[in-house]
């Protein structure tokens, strides 16, 4: 979904994505399922009701698992 103010799109991911920010920040929230996030190299497990940012400084960004994400951004 999209308007004039934000954009909202979700990921349905069933094991491995390579994501591309849309946008310099960029909130991601986890409505269902676990897995990590690997950021510049550095790995994060999240789970749902996880939320959290994605900035400029995020250049290479990867999720592994099952997981549900909401993405939103200006």
Do not use: C, P, W
């Not at 909202?8 to 269902?32: A, F, G, N, P, R």
């Not at 960004?61 to 099952?66: A, L, T």
Request: hydrophobic share 30%; glycine share 6%.
């Amino acid at each position: 979904m999209s308007n004039s103010f934000f954009t909202v799109k979700q990921l349905l991911i069933e094991d491995h994505y390579e994501y591309t920010k849309q946008q310099d920040y960029t909130l991601m929230s986890v409505l269902s399922g676990e897995g990590t996030l690997t950021a510049d190299g550095q790995v994060y497990t999240i789970r749902k009701g996880n939320h959290f940012i994605l900035t400029t400084e995020d250049k290479e960004i990867e999720f592994q698992g099952k997981l549900d994400i909401i993405e939103s951004y200006v």
